[in-house]
């Protein structure tokens, strides 16, 4: 008998919390709990926002150095250097010695290309250029696509 007073108990207090839990509260304050609200909403949308702005700034960062040619040259046909095929290659990695020769330097007054800092020098890979150190061949820019 005690147990099913106790569960009948119980359920009334949780049918009694549940009625009062789905009603609106009309009680004092109920004005400064919405502005509460009101300003975590602010909160929220304010650091998406900024995650936001922080994708598209990643975004510009990783592609600053990878870019689309604006104008397409015919320079004629390409030859890759013995022992090596065309290949797309990317900011950070080593132009091997054979690519570094004069026969793939270009000319960046002629293609309308930013002059290279000292020691750098822009050189054709395929239908890319590829701005590398000339000491090491480190890869520091790519124009994607400026030859035909």
């Known amino acids: 008998m005690k147990k099913i007073l106790t569960a009948a108990i119980a359920l009334s207090v949780l049918a009694s919390a549940g009625a009062a839990s789905a009603q609106p509260y009309q009680g004092r304050g109920d004005a400064r709990y919405e502005q509460q609200d009101r300003r975590d909403d602010r909160r929220d949308n304010r650091a998406e926002r900024r995650d936001d702005r922080r994708e598209v700034r990643d975004d510009r960062r990783d592609n600053r150095y990878e870019r689309r040619a604006e104008r397409r040259y015919n320079a004629g046909r390409y030859q890759a250097p013995r022992g090596y095929q065309t290949r797309s290659w990317h900011r950070g990695e080593r132009l091997p010695a054979n690519y570094r020769s004069n026969a793939y330097r270009v000319d960046y007054r002629t293609y309308r290309l930013a002059p290279p800092p000292r020691g750098y ?17 480190l890869i520091t820019s790519v124009v994607i696509g400026l030859f035909n």
Not at 122 to 134: E, F, S
Request: net charge neutral; charged share 10%.
């Open 121 to 137: 020098a822009y050189h054709r890979v395929g239908n890319d250029v590829v701005l590398t150190a000339i000491a090491t061949g």
